[in-house]
């Protein structure tokens, strides 16, 4: 299995930047796909996930500027956020792992990542 985001880069607060993963081999059509971040010096932290089934989950620190979806015919991941801040800057990274209650949002959970893309808001 073979996670490869992309899309990251310098923006301005206020942006908005859309971050997409390709994946490639396992079973991707039923994994629970999730997006982290790694600011410097910080753990890294889950900022939104998909299900099969479509149901998505989003962290508070990005609810109402964070969009997930997925394509399954092209095993691709999105995310798009919006209306971005300085404490967005972060290194992302797409992942692939069962969905479990609970565990969705620990990292240790997850079997599968991406290289990771960075995101930095500066003005």
């Known amino acids: 299995v073979q996670l490869q985001a992309s899309g990251g880069g310098t923006v301005q607060p206020g942006d908005s930047l859309s971050l997409s993963c390709v994946g490639s081999?396992?079973?991707?059509?039923?994994?629970?796909l999730a997006w982290f971040r790694q600011a410097p010096g910080k753990e890294r932290e889950f900022v939104a996930g998909?299900?099969?089934?479509?149901?998505?989950y989003v962290a508070d620190s990005v609810k109402g500027r964070c969009t997930i979806s997925r394509d399954i015919a092209k095993n691709m991941l999105n995310l798009r956020l919006n209306s971005l801040k300085p404490e967005d800057t972060a290194v992302y990274y797409c992942?692939?792992?069962?969905?479990?209650?609970?565990?969705?949002?620990?990292?240790?959970?997850?079997?599968?990542w991406g290289r990771g893309t960075l995101v930095t808001v500066s003005s």
């Open positions: 081999g396992g079973a991707w059509n039923s994994a629970f």
């Open positions: 998909i299900r099969s089934g479509y149901m998505k």
């Open positions: 992942a692939r792992g069962p969905f479990v209650v609970g565990q969705y949002t620990d990292p240790r959970h997850y079997d599968h």
